[in-house]
């Protein structure tokens, strides 16, 4: 089993900056892809960062590029969404998932363990 925590969510204007990470807990961190969804209201969960078990491959979705930088301390078995330029349609409340055999990028089913979430708001 692995838990996962995720923290740093909060209210932010746009064009602000928030950091995301997510705490990992029970098993080798460094044997896991690391993900970061999200979930705006009425919408379904997507897909916004991946990164695998070195930190050497990242993957974004279209929507993040050039403003989120994932990444991850393996000694810290943390990991990390930086957010940067932030805009109104970036709310949502952001998730962190864990898998296992690093399956296909951006697929939810392919994912082991899931984080509560944490809620990320940006105002106009």
């Known amino acids: 089993q692995v838990q996962l925590v995720e923290s740093g969510g909060g209210s932010v204007q746009a064009g602000g900056s928030l950091r995301l990470s997510c705490a990992a807990s029970?098993?080798?961190?460094?044997?896991?892809?690391m993900a970061w969804f999200r979930q705006a209201p009425g919408k379904v969960r997507e897909f916004v960062a991946l990164?695998?078990?070195?930190?050497?491959?990242?993957y974004y979705a279209d929507s993040v590029k050039g403003r989120f930088t994932i990444s991850r301390d393996n000694a810290k078995s943390t990991a990390y969404l930086q957010m940067n330029n932030l805009k109104p349609e970036d709310t949502a409340v952001y998730y962190c998932?864990?898998?296992?055999?690093?399956?296909?990028?951006?697929?939810?089913?392919?994912?082991?363990?899931w984080g509560k979430g944490t809620q990320v708001t940006v105002s106009s």
């Open positions: 998932a864990a898998d296992r055999w690093g399956r296909r990028v951006g697929v939810e089913n392919d994912y082991d363990y």
């Open positions: 990164i695998r078990y070195t930190g050497s491959v990242t």
């Open positions: 029970g098993r080798t961190f460094s044997d896991y892809t």
